[in-house]
């Protein structure tokens, strides 16, 4: 079997991001399938070109994982506007790149953003293969509960854009449970609903490991209380409340230090921010490498999960959380909804309202001064990631779900 993806922030293992469909195309392609990415030549994360390296599948069938790169123009960070251009260019660039890619059984586009899943759509309709979905965000609803998507015009079109691809779909695949639901309240039949949640490689995290020669670089020693915030720098992610509670634990609690780690639209302000408020107390290292990930994690003390107080973002599993539990480490999350039911679940964590500052400094402090509790929640929740988010497994269903689209096997929606 060949699948074909379209996916505008496709991410490899030499890049910072989500490795989801790098995972799970590298791990199917051990079992023999070969994978397509079309992506863009520019990351998704700084806005600025990118390397591309053709093959990413294993080391036994390297040329298994093939990427080809669509041409997209370096304004995706300068408005709101010119990130939609962005996205209008790769939909056609991608078109052009899926229509000559090698043979292929099955053509799947993932949203957001939602511009690629049409491309997507496009080049199935054209080589008369079935089309499979993924959902990975609600969008249109969540540009919409955030403000960035207000235009009444722009609102109707998205929607009409939504439904549209959402008829024409032979399957879904969705990575948080929540958005089953979302799916089914939008009259799509359960049968053409998986569910492939987002996860984690957690071979490729020590949970013993401390990252000592990470501490070093940061100038830390044992006293210290590192906690990390490790993923994208936008404004859903809600970072001023980090910095807020930092300025709390300033003075009152100088062993705990904040690290950011990631890149994005917001990241200027953020350092901005950090300067003007004196904020000693926290590092913005910027965008590292996936494979550099569980160093970063060895060496902090618990770690960090935030999103605006969002309706809509309680139906999300982040990514980010899960890298946090295989790491052993325990999670201070301030996401409600789905993941919080995870996270409590597992015993991994502790919960903070979205947007409370005052109550995520006082977290933070009674972990730093009550390490062995923490240290508990860490492993707690690498026992639980290990045996319900292991993305090794979730490969195994991912592959069953291309097979079926791709023998046909699968019903079509209906308007």
């Not at 079935?130 to 207000?150: N, Q, S, T």
């Not at 044992?222 to 970072?239: K, P, Q, S």
């Not at 390490?371 to 290990?386: F, W």
């Amino acid at each position: 079997m060949h699948c074909l993806l379209i996916h505008q922030v496709f991410v490899g293992p030499d890049e910072a991001g989500g490795t989801r469909h790098y995972d799970l195309a590298r791990m199917i392609a051990e079992s023999g399938h070969d994978f397509t990415v079309v992506t863009s030549t520019v990351s998704y994360l700084t806005g600025e070109p990118r390397a591309r390296t053709p093959f990413l599948g294993p080391a036994s069938r390297p040329e298994a994982v093939r990427v080809l790169s669509g041409w997209t123009p370096r304004t995706l960070h300068r408005s709101f506007a010119w990130r939609v251009v962005a996205f209008l260019v790769f939909m056609v660039t991608s078109i052009q790149k899926g229509l000559f890619a090698h043979r292929v059984d099955l053509v799947m586009g993932t949203s957001p953003p939602i511009f690629q899943a049409v491309s997507a759509w496009i080049v199935a309709a054209l080589r008369r293969r079935p089309f499979l979905l993924e959902i990975r965000d609600l969008w249109p609803d969540f540009a919409i509960d955030m403000g960035v998507l207000r235009n009444p015009i722009l609102i109707r079109v998205s929607k009409w854009l939504e439904r549209f691809l959402y008829c024409r779909a032979d399957h879904f695949i969705v990575n948080s449970p929540a958005y089953r639901e979302y799916l089914l309240g939008k009259g799509i039949p359960d049968l053409m609903i998986s569910v492939v949640p987002n996860g984690v490689d957690v071979a490729v995290f020590d949970p013993a490991a401390r990252g000592g020669a990470f501490r070093a670089e940061l100038g830390l020693d044992e006293r210290d209380f590192l906690v990390t915030y490790a993923g994208a720098l936008g404004m859903a992610n809600d970072i001023p409340t980090i910095l807020r509670a930092a300025t709390r634990l300033r003075g009152l609690a100088p062993d705990i230090r904040i690290l950011v780690v990631g890149d994005g639209k917001e990241r200027t302000s953020i350092e901005e921010a950090v300067a003007r408020e004196g904020l000693t107390n926290v590092s913005v290292l910027g965008a590292v490498p996936k494979k550099k990930v569980p160093e970063v994690l060895a060496a902090s003390d618990a770690c960090l999960a935030t999103l605006m107080d969002i309706p809509m973002f309680r139906t999300t599993y982040p990514n980010k959380v899960f890298d946090y539990m295989a790491a052993g480490r325990p999670v201070v999350l301030a996401i409600d909804g789905v993941i919080r039911e995870v996270v409590e679940t597992a015993q991994a964590g502790v919960f903070v309202q979205p947007g409370d500052d005052q109550a995520l400094a006082s977290v933070l402090s009674t972990l730093a001064t009550n390490r062995l509790a923490a240290s508990r929640m860490g492993v707690q929740g690498r026992l639980y990631v290990v045996e319900h988010f292991d993305r090794r497994k979730q490969s195994v269903a991912f592959a069953e779900v291309l097979l079926k689209v791709a023998s046909g096997r699968v019903g079509r929606a209906t308007d």
